[in-house]
């Protein structure tokens, strides 16, 4: 992999952030694997003409600005870049990075996994580790099989997921979990994760234990970015070992839901070369979720989830998506999947 200066990144940004090129979002339908069901999609990309609105918005959310089906303005195929989100969330969740990369010249996509999206985000069907990937899979098919398909550059495909979404690119890539550990570590831990998902362990049974340690790589992705990945305590020390698909790890440094001291120092040193390492100081695990509006912890407090929207150290949220954002690019760029996107 190329490195890439910090001082060439800032004035990447710099560039950027002086373009008025809109982004553009389209919604889809992705046909489940049994194809008797579908899920939701949202791609957005740079565009060209058309209304801007808002999208996103809520009583936590202020959203943000693109147009709807605008016209694609791409020179050439461009790079494909495959958002997971997280236990509970949402394509929408994944947003305030997708609308980042897209004006950096990427088309994003990201999914609400039926699984694991919305609703109670720590019911059972989360523990299912392997449906989001093959969701990932099937959104790749669908849109190398469309009227996209011209737009898409097929070397230059990647994935960045936060918490069960970085677990979902880390299979991808190639890591496997040994997932009969979780249960073990939680009996030595006492974190979020392990409180969330206790209560489940007594329905684990080989069967289930095949499904979620099967291999799910997708040789099409180039390469990976793990924002507080779930579950990295159970990834087997042989994949991390040899995993060939560069990857990167972002952990916060005050995750109170998957603590980098337990969950991800203990296997640093089984990292492969391919894989880098970059932890955010003051970053917990919710601050990798978009911005919050005014009032919004008021709004939280009415069902005492305040925590999604309170930072804990003293750098703000905009300031750990911006370090959060640097770090993406630039191994980004380091793993020629933007190459020629910043142009």
Request: aromatic share 8%.
């Amino acid at each position: 992999m190329r490195f890439i200066p910090f001082s060439l990144i800032a004035i990447l940004f710099a560039g950027c952030a002086l373009t008025e090129q809109p982004i553009g979002v389209t919604d889809f339908a992705v046909r489940a694997k049994d194809g008797s069901s579908e899920f939701s999609a949202r791609l957005w990309y740079p565009g060209s003409g058309g209304q801007e609105q808002t999208f996103g918005a809520s009583r936590i959310r202020p959203g943000y600005v693109a147009v709807l089906d605008a016209k694609v303005a791409l020179q050439a195929p461009a790079p494909l870049i495959v958002l997971a989100h997280g236990s509970g969330g949402s394509a929408e969740s994944m947003a305030w990075l997708a609308t980042e990369l897209a004006g950096m010249g990427a088309l994003v996509v990201a999914a609400d996994h039926p699984d694991s999206s919305g609703g109670d985000p720590q019911r059972a069907s989360i523990l299912e580790v392997w449906t989001q990937p093959e969701d990932v899979r099937r959104l790749i098919d669908q849109l190398l099989a469309s009227e996209w398909r011209s737009s898409i550059d097929k070397r230059r495909i990647a994935t960045v997921g936060f918490s069960l979404g970085g677990t979902t690119v880390m299979l991808l890539a190639g890591a496997r979990l040994q997932f009969e550990r979780f249960p073990a570590f939680c009996a030595k831990h006492d974190d979020g994760s392990c409180r969330a998902f206790q209560q489940y362990f007594a329905t684990f049974d080989n069967r289930f234990f095949m499904r979620a340690n099967s291999r799910l790589v997708d040789g099409r992705v180039r390469a990976a970015v793990a924002i507080a990945p779930g579950f990295i305590e159970s990834v087997s020390a042989e994949s991390l070992q040899s995993l060939s698909t560069p990857m990167l790890l972002i952990v916060g440094e005050k995750d109170q839901q998957l603590p980098p001291q337990t969950h991800v120092e203990p296997i640093r040193h089984l990292l492969s070369p391919n894989i880098g390492y970059t932890e955010i100081t003051d970053a917990q695990h919710f601050s990798f979720l978009p911005i919050c509006g005014e009032g919004a912890i008021a709004v939280l407090a009415e069902t005492n989830e305040e925590f999604v929207c309170e930072e804990v150290g003293v750098k703000s949220r905009a300031e750990i998506h911006a370090e959060t954002l640097r770090a993406i690019v630039s191994f980004l760029m380091s793993a020629d999947i933007l190459v020629g996107s910043l142009d």
